[in-house]
């Protein structure tokens, strides 16, 4: 049972667009959410968090909003470049702070077209 | 500062035989995560370490063991192998394992199981 979705496996945007990834969860227990990317053979990067008592977090070209509500999160990325191609992973941790590990989604590899 | 160093980035075992991946960790963290990520199931979380103990495990069988060393370093290790263990192994540290801190993963140790 998954426990965070991200239905789109891959998403192709052109250079200087907006890129919106998306992310679903269903555990209710998540309360911080993180979203990593990832380049091929190298680790994943962190690149931006939000906390469930925010709904926006924003750092730089990239935007992070949340939906309680909808257990819904999404990345977004404005205006898109060509380094930004990778795969992002989302992943979620449950209430209780600590390394209790994080639960990550299958990721999404976004494709930035010239 | 140099980054999360994970050694061998790539391993070919036999089904059967035992394996030791090490994980040496960014200078000053305490905190370091094992992590297996497959096509079929993604990052899934195996183990937290925190000052030669570890304090969080995920949902895989006593095969999968650790250990942390008073430098921080860790080990992960795999008995007796199974084909299904095919898979890249990714180790993170953080300076305490809690949300202020942010995993930074290694590049990971390749395993294929023949």
């Known amino acids: 049972d998954q426990q965070v979705k991200q239905n789109s496996p891959s998403l192709s945007v052109q250079e200087g667009r907006i890129s919106i990834l998306n992310c679903d969860y269903t555990?209710?227990?998540?309360?911080?959410f993180l979203w990593y990317k990832k380049y091929p053979a190298e680790g994943p990067t962190f690149l931006i968090s939000?906390?469930?008592?925010?709904d926006k977090n924003e750092d730089g070209r990239f935007t992070v909003f949340l939906n309680k509500s909808a257990k819904h999160l999404s990345l977004h990325i404005v205006p898109s470049q060509p380094g930004d191609s990778a795969v992002y992973f989302c992943?979620?941790?449950?209430?209780?702070?600590?390394?209790?590990?994080?639960?990550f989604g299958k990721g999404t590899h976004l494709i930035i077209q010239p | 500062k140099a980054g999360v160093t994970q050694t061998p980035r790539y391993l070919i075992k036999t089904r059967g035989q035992q394996v030791t991946l090490s994980c040496s960790p960014i200078?000053?963290?305490?905190?370091v995560s094992w992590y297996q990520q497959t096509p079929g199931q993604g990052l899934q979380f195996l183990f937290e370490?925190?000052?030669?103990?570890?304090?969080n495990k995920g949902n895989f069988p006593g095969r999968f063991s650790g250990r942390q060393f008073s430098n921080s370093r860790s080990e992960m290790n795999v008995s007796t192998l199974e084909l299904g263990d095919s898979a890249l192994y990714l180790c993170a540290s953080s300076t305490t394992g809690g949300r202020d801190s942010p995993l930074h993963f290694g590049n990971g140790t390749r395993l294929t199981v023949t």
């Open positions: 939000i906390s469930s008592i925010k």
């Open positions: 370490y925190f000052s030669e103990t570890q304090r």
């Open positions: 555990n209710s227990m998540f309360d911080y």
């Open positions: 992943a979620a941790s449950v209430l209780g702070g600590g390394a209790d590990g994080l639960t």
């Open positions: 200078s000053g963290h305490r905190s």
